[in-house]
């Protein structure tokens, strides 16, 4: 019998979709008129009416739990010993979604001494072998074991519901690399936490399914488990009975005495006047129309596009308060000890304040900003108070309100940082796209294409309500290390970026201006050159006509092939001048360079504001790893070693009315943390003894004394450390060093071999990644890494790279921040002038006040040395200069 011509049999684990939709609605939005919650009843059945019209099912069941305990209990007691106590809110949801359930003419069915996934586990498999198509609908991983080609498991995401994985056989495959009979013994090695059933130490999901493929079975691997090396080789004859007790207890079951069976579940009418009666008490109006819908034949699908009915609070209606009714306004809700309140900034078509949205959880107001006015005295007071405040991209709202005269403080909460903490690859931090993803709202908005917005778009009190509630949301999401991190390092930032911006650092427009001219005469002339080799001339910025030039004309090797051609990109470039050298490409290159510099400098002539300051932008969301971005003008791309980025750094100074800038940096910052995540005991006294990292770490690799590293050595050892952390291959340092690969390979091998607490942390951390899905820097920020387990090479191979470095870097990130923050609060307590201008890599440069340099310098020294405690001092030089160039160290 075809698929087509097959009846569908469609069976729902209740309690597991149940809990799901309680966690995915909010609680408080749905609430009867006698108090009840039925969160868990809207989304069940909302999700169920879904099911109804995809996957047209002809016989129907949803099996339910009768309790917490069953057989599996009465074996081992600790079986989901670590569930916690049903929410009470979702207590008397299921009797009430049973009857509802029961109106709509579903059968529901239940098992003392079993759980839903046997009853599932047993329909599922005597429809299989009666001839139906049968769908399981679970939220439970230990239904993967019941597909077949018969079975196909529907899957709900984390985020609810409404978003269903389809698991076939082929699927399984895919995702987990074993057919589905075999993804229990997969979960029986490695442990399930949420059944409370523990798996054998240091056993993953990786080890676990190279084992299965191995052997082909858990029983296979226990009889050869003498036969496997290594630390899990001893965990696993160790602690094996974990994986036997683990099987017994995941195995469902497939054969419990049920009272219907498959062609005694199809489908039955719906008592219209039942689920009348019912959805009433439960106040379900628009679910209502739904099943009434599909009662007299229209269908599930005959169900609006958007529910009618809202899926969280109603907004409270605006008010317009200012003078006395706005200082009452924030006397109730908005004091230091109460619980935060929203805020939300109206931009006028220049950027400025036009007016401020405030809200509580039940109330909201528009404030009118009028600058000049008397009357907003008790709104400038609860501003700049330590009354707790929620802001969407707190940074633009506090630069604004400065330039107005506000200054805003008490800030706990933005989602946009802490959207950016959970997800840090995420590219929209758009406030309606986060009340979307985490409240599963539509925010009103604007319709972008009208000319006159309409009424019923939202304004800036209606930002500042669901700032607050998706802030909470927010939180709730983020783990307890990402909490600290958002609340101790990341909100108190936004004041001092901000400030940051604000100051922007004096320019020499008038250098810049000749650095740039001369520039392009550079370039000029070069390119005259270029054009003598060749005996023409033509566009050396078109990758059309230099692959003509290069390819054709001078007959050279062809490089990269591309879709547009054969690569004409810096590096591809220097790799053929590298091996086939030649004039023309000499001079390309060249005039690269002196164009490339030339268009940093204009951009920087640019930014140039009428009182000679340039401001740049910090991005704190801009990059994944936790380091802060430079933007508008970007002051992190200006080159640092060659003359003409000598000069460009000449052109930052000191204002008018101070006396220099103190430039401090971080030395060898990422090599420092290496050291102290890996504990190796030769890098850390490389540290300890303030000996020059490389040449100490070159005698140890070459066997010489420290004074015989040649600069060559050294120039290898520091390629090689700074690579290792990135996942540079041996193919790739040969490349960078311009060695034989072999060589390269030694070199790593040398390297290992003096240094193996290295190598342990650097094998240790990626796999460790691949366990949780995610890496921690010291201070608890978390980098997901979802690709390390993805069936693309290319995408897992990135993912290892990236997740290498992740604690490195983002840790470097936290550092610098934690050392930014201290730097500004002890100058503010010592009521200095002096001010933070920049942060570039690891560097700080301040503008120092008239006789307040060597207190600046003592405050900075201290704070970033501080900063954290590490295995190995943090080192930092510190310089003082006219300029950024002159106080370079």
Do not use: C
């Amino acid at each position: 019998m075809s698929d087509a011509a097959k009846p569908t049999l469609l069976v729902i684990d209740g309690h597991s979709l149940a809990f799901r939709a309680f966690y995915a609605l909010p609680i408080d939005s749905f609430v009867n008129r006698e108090g009840q919650h039925t969160n868990a009843i809207h989304g069940f059945i909302s999700m169920l009416l879904n099911l109804l019209k995809n996957e047209k099912p002809t016989h129907l069941a949803v099996a339910f739990d009768i309790s917490r305990y069953s057989f599996r209990t009465r074996e081992y007691p600790e079986y989901k010993g670590t569930r916690s106590e049903t929410p009470p809110e979702f207590v008397g949801q299921i009797p009430l979604l049973e009857e509802a359930l029961h109106a709509m003419g579903i059968t529901t069915i239940t098992k003392e001494d079993f759980e839903a996934d046997d009853i599932l586990a047993t329909l599922a498999s005597r429809g299989s072998a009666e001839g139906f198509k049968v769908f399981v609908v679970s939220g439970d991983r230990d239904a993967i074991q019941m597909v077949n080609d018969d079975v196909t498991l529907l899957y709900p995401s984390a985020r609810g519901v409404t978003d269903l994985t389809r698991y076939d056989r082929d699927k399984v495959f895919e995702r987990y690399g074993i057919e589905p009979p075999q993804y229990p013994e997969i979960a029986a090695l490695v442990g399930e936490t949420s059944d409370n059933l523990i798996g054998i130490d240091k056993v993953g999901e990786k080890t676990a399914v190279k084992w299965i493929t191995q052997f082909g079975s858990l029983d296979a691997i226990i009889e050869h488990r003498d036969e496997i090396k290594g630390v899990v080789g001893d965990k696993l004859r160790e602690q094996y009975d974990r994986a036997v007790r683990n099987r017994k207890l995941n195995r469902l079951v497939t054969d419990v005495e049920l009272p219907v069976g498959p062609t005694d579940l199809e489908r039955r009418p719906i008592d219209v006047p039942a689920v009348r009666e019912v959805f009433d008490r439960l106040q379900f109006r628009t679910l209502l129309e739904r099943v009434t819908a599909l009662a007299e034949g229209g269908g599930a699908s005959a169900a609006p596009a958007a529910p009618a009915e809202p899926t969280g609070p109603t907004a409270p209606v605006v008010r317009t308060l200012i003078d006395e009714e706005l200082a009452h306004w924030l006397r109730t809700y908005a004091a230091a000890d109460k619980a935060p309140v929203g805020v939300a900034v109206e931009y006028g078509a220049d950027g400025r304040v036009t007016g401020l949205g405030i809200a509580a959880p039940g109330d909201s107001v528009y404030v009118p900003w009028a600058a000049g006015r008397g009357d907003y005295v008790a709104l400038e007071e609860w501003l700049d108070a330590d009354s707790p405040k929620v802001v969407h991209d707190a940074k633009r709202a506090y630069k604004a309100l400065k330039t107005v005269g506000l200054t805003l403080t008490g800030l706990v909460g933005d989602p946009r940082i802490a959207a950016w903490l959970l997800r840090p690859g995420r590219t929209s931090f758009a406030l309606g796209d986060l009340v979307y993803e985490h409240l599963g709202e539509r925010m009103p908005e604007a319709d972008p294409n009208q000319l006159v917005p309409s009424d019923d778009a939202g304004g800036p009190a209606l930002e500042a309500w669901y700032s607050l509630r998706v802030s909470d949301a927010l939180a709730e999401a983020l783990d307890e290390g990402s909490r600290k991190v958002l609340l101790d390092i990341e909100l108190p930032l936004v004041r001092v970026l901000g400030d940051m911006e604000l100051t922007g650092v004096a320019t020499d427009q008038p250098a810049l201006r000749g650095l740039s001219a001369r520039l392009g005469d550079t370039a000029a002339a070069i390119a005259a050159q270029a054009f003598e080799v060749i005996g023409r001339e033509v566009n050396l910025g078109s990758p059309k006509q230099l692959q003509e030039v290069l390819f054709e004309q001078l007959d050279m090797p062809k490089t990269r092939a591309m879709k547009t051609g054969y690569s004409t990109d810096a590096g591809s470039l220097a790799d053929l001048q590298d091996k086939h050298p030649h004039p023309f490409l000499d001079l390309l290159l060249t005039h690269r360079d002196a164009t490339k510099l030339r268009q940093i400098i204009e951009t920087l002539d640019r930014a140039v504001d009428p009182e000679g300051r340039i401001h740049t932008t910090y991005d704190q969301t801009g990059t994944t790893t936790g380091r802060i971005s430079s933007i508008d003008p970007n002051l992190q791309n200006i080159p640092v070693k060659t003359e003409v980025g000598h000069e460009i750094r000449a052109a930052f100074q000191h204002g008018r009315d101070y006396e220099t800038l103190l430039t401090a940096d971080y030395s060898q910052i990422e090599m420092r943390i290496m050291a102290h995540l890996s504990g190796d005991p030769g890098l850390i006294e490389a540290f300890n003894v303030g000996e020059d990292l490389h040449r100490f770490v070159g005698a140890r690799i070459f066997g010489v004394e420290p004074a015989d590293v040649s600069p060559i050595m050294r120039t290898k050892v520091k390629a090689m450390s700074y690579g290792l952390a990135y996942g540079l291959s041996p193919f790739g340092l040969s490349k960078q060093l311009r060695i034989e690969t072999a060589e390269a390979r030694q070199l790593m091998t040398d390297y290992f071999s003096r240094f193996g607490a290295v190598r342990d942390y650097l094998r240790a951390v990626v796999e460790q990644a691949r366990e949780d899905g995610y890496t921690e820097t010291i201070f608890g920020r978390r980098r997901p890494f979802a690709d390390l387990t993805s069936s693309n090479r290319v995408l897992r191979e990135n993912a290892e790279r990236a997740a290498l470095n992740a604690p490195i870097q983002g840790s470097a990130a936290d550092i610098m921040k934690i050392a930014m923050l201290g730097v500004r609060q002890d100058v503010d307590a010592a009521e200095m002038q002096s001010r933070v201008l920049l942060q570039v890599h690891d560097e700080l440069i301040v503008e120092v006040a008239g006789g307040e340099a060597d207190a600046v310098e003592e405050i900075v020294r201290r704070r970033m040395g501080s900063a954290a405690e590490l295995r190995v001092p943090l080192d930092v030089s510190v310089g003082r200069g006219e300029s950024w160039d002159a106080a370079a160290h």
